[in-house]
């Protein structure tokens, strides 16, 4: 027990450790080569702190364990945006950007739809990891070409592209800002693995089921660098990359850990009856509710965050109770789908009704008035 809570410490220190150099390196990196921080978190940062979910899923496909890999992402998944944004949105409230409502989120969705598609006959196949990998190596090039441009505009913006200084001051300037990104990704991963398996180890001792482990501790446990480096991103006052990172983790865990793991498994990626029929459709309503969310006045606010957290903890109840089949199980169905869902998902539509009528107002205003609307 001293062990494992050795592990637990030393894996919560590389993590804060990790997560402030991986924030610090990819903000400057971003101010430095004038691309916006929402573009790096969605990139670097994302691919960065999705590392564990990686490795343990790719580790599990090599090891049969294959009904792991896809567990693992649907329950990061739900993690990342119920319990990561829900803490993110209390630390402080985040402010949307259009881009993450007009094209990333949309891509989110579409990847959680097409995943339960090519996982209902209960297997992700060869064909279905070339074609996952394939749309993560679509998707990373089109935000290139996105950063290109920003890049460009930037240079445009100071007159010349000399005036950023000489290419050796850049490049010098560059290495560091990347050795903070390698130093911190290295932390979190290494800080994952140690909390995680104190973590387990701590569970066992207390007699807790390993079906319990499963589907609460290894799945939380590969996102806690996504936690910790969105929640020190949302104190740093870095909120693009706290919010980019989460959406960007999202459809790098679907495209390129399952991808991967399909490739690894050598197309028997199996996926679990359990999680086909319950956990995969709960992450695509998770991910459907991030939309209206998010499009209601382009803030995550924290009355947003804590329903975020509130329906997170609702989750873990339910995984438990299925998880030990507990009596209570058919009495909670009860409230949370014929009250609480249908409530939710009500408030959710009202909230988004009266953020499109109040912005509707403010743009009549703006058009009878002598000022013209303001650029995104």
């Known amino acids: 027990m001293i062990a494992y809570g050795a592990a637990l410490a030393g894996g919560f220190a590389l993590l804060i450790l990790g997560a402030g150099w991986l924030v610090k390196g990819s903000s400057r990196l971003a101010l430095g080569a004038g691309i916006s921080p929402l573009v790096v978190g969605l990139t670097v940062v994302a691919f960065g702190t999705s590392a564990p979910e990686l490795a343990v899923s790719v580790a599990a496909a090599f090891s049969g364990a294959s009904t792991l890999s896809v567990a693992n992402v649907v329950g990061s998944n739900i993690f990342n945006v119920l319990c990561i944004l829900g803490l993110s949105a209390l630390v402080a409230p985040l402010v949307v950007k259009r881009q993450l409502v007009r094209l990333d989120v949309p891509v989110m969705i579409g990847a959680s739809v097409l995943l339960y598609v090519l996982a209902v006959d209960g297997t992700i196949g060869i064909w279905d990891g070339l ?9 990373t090039l089109f935000l290139i070409r996105i950063a ?9 913006a100071v007159g010349d592209i000399e005036a950023a200084g000489p290419v050796a001051a850049r490049r ?23 909390l995680v ?27 806690l660098p996504e936690l910790a480096t969105s929640v020190v991103a949302a104190l740093k006052n870095e909120r693009d990359i706290s919010i980019g990172n989460i959406i960007g983790s999202n459809i790098f865990n679907i495209l390129s850990v399952l991808g ?7 197309g028997r990626l199996a996926v679990a009856p359990d999680v086909l029929s319950a956990d995969l459709p709960l992450m695509i309503v998770v991910v459907l509710a991030c939309l209206p969310l998010f499009r209601a006045g382009y803030v995550l606010s924290r009355a947003k965050g804590a329903l975020f957290l509130g329906s997170y903890a609702l989750y873990i109840a339910w995984t438990v109770m299925r998880a030990t089949t507990s009596p209570a199980l058919r009495v909670f169905n009860g409230v949370m789908f014929d009250l609480v869902l249908p409530a939710m998902i009500i408030g959710v539509i009202v909230s988004l009704i009266l953020s499109l009528r109040k912005e509707e107002a403010g743009q009549r205003g703006d058009q009878g008035g002598s000022h013209e609307p303001s650029a995104d």
């Open 131 to 139: 074609l996952l990998a394939g749309l993560v190596v679509v998707y």
């Open 148 to 156: 290109r441009g920003e890049k460009a505009k930037a240079a445009a």
């Open 172 to 194: 010098m300037s560059l290495l560091p800002n990347l050795g903070l990104i390698g130093a911190g990704v290295a932390a979190l991963v290494l800080g994952s693995r140690w």
């Open 197 to 223: 398996h104190g973590a387990v180890g701590a569970a066992r001792v207390f007699g807790v089921s390993e079906a319990v482990i499963g589907l609460t501790v290894v799945a939380a446990g590969t996102g």
């Open 260 to 266: 991967f793991s399909g490739l690894a498994a050598r």
